[in-house]
């Protein structure tokens, strides 16, 4: 396969994951929409590492994987903190800081 | 034979349905399991782009380890917290729409045509290190072993802030047991087990009901369909002074008798 193949593809995983970040109002949904958008990434790494022949492209995925992990653990903190004290994992409602 | 477009075709389009399925779908553990069939079929095609070591790392971390934390936080906050459909901002949703479609045009505009390269692969680089594992070994511990240890450091981080983020302090001091059922008893309503119906030798039905010390019935030994259907036979204290009669006669020592022996 070409390479731009695989880049579309990771384009568009990752453009439905920023829509899904617009969209959707869960804060959970929404992080699982920044979790597909790395994944996006990532995909682009890997094919760009069998592109060019080096290892470098999937050090890198590795990488933001790691990264990935530590977010998603201070993230599900933070959303599990904000519904004990307001009862929702709406991203609209903690809107105090508005006025 | 080369299976790579095949294989690119099949999960590529699973991959852009779990996305889509994930935007769309309205519960949010739906969205997890989208997410998951996604992530999956992405591991497929880096197992297809000669990575086989992040097509298991992409199994075990995300399907395995984050998307079950992401069902596990689902679980504590709430399976059934559907989102509400009113728009807050006026045409938000459709700007969204408009500007996720506009980036992948943009992607695709950016990435169209301006690679005119012929794939290596890594197969050159994974031969020179001895296999892909070998390879990323090197080059994590070798180039970029710095890196590698700031991971370490953020992940130690990252495990700190999410206990601290959940701890909660406590205000007041834990109850103990003993506090908790004198807490429980002193609002006037009985917690304890109801009496039994009073059964005695001519009777074995639930319908007679229990007699206190006194004479009278006691109320709460009576089951409470029972005394709205108005079905609880009377106390026939005629056969109560039989049956005291009967007891005395065969010469059980009643109170009054160990008196007059004295």
Known sequence: ?????????????????????????????AFMSVELML???????????????????????????????????????????????????????????RW | ???????????????????????????????????????????????VQSAPFLAVSQVVVYTGAVMMLFLFVLMMVGVDSADSLIEDIKGQRVLAILGGVGLIAFFIFLTGGSIYRTVVGTQNVDATYGGNLQGLAALMFGRYVIIFEATAALLITAVLGAMILTHRERIRPKKTQGQMAKELFSKGDYKGPLPPPGVFARHNSVDTPALLPDGSIAKNSLPDP???????????????????????????????????DK
Not at chain 2, 17 to 31: C, R
Not at chain 2, 226 to 255: T, W
């Open chain 1, 1 to 29: 396969m070409s390479p731009e193949a695989y880049l579309i593809l990771s384009a568009i995983i990752f453009s439905i994951g920023a829509m899904g970040v617009m969209l959707r109002r869960n804060a959970i949904v």
């Open chain 2, 226 to 260: 029972l005394v709205a259907r108005g079905d609880i036979s009377p106390v026939d204290y005629d056969d109560l002074a039989e049956v005291q009669i009967i007891s005395e006669g065969l010469g059980l020592v009643s109170d009054s008798e160990t008196e007059e």
């Open chain 1, 39 to 97: 994944n996006a990434g990532n995909l682009a790494f890997v094919s760009a590492s069998n592109t060019w022949g080096n290892l470098t492209g999937q050090v890198s995925a590795f990488f933001v994987m790691v990264i990935a992990a530590c977010e998603v653990v201070i993230g599900l903190a933070i959303i599990v903190t904000i519904f004990r004290s307001r009862r929702s994992a709406s991203v609209d409602e903690p809107s105090l800081l």
């Open chain 2, 1 to 47: 034979m080369n299976f790579e477009p095949l294989v690119f075709w099949i999960s590529g389009i699973f991959s852009v349905v779990g996305a889509l399925g994930m935007l769309i779908s309205k519960k949010a553990v739906h969205s997890a399991l989208f997410v998951a069939f996604t992530m999956l079929n992405l591991a497929v095609l880096y197992a």
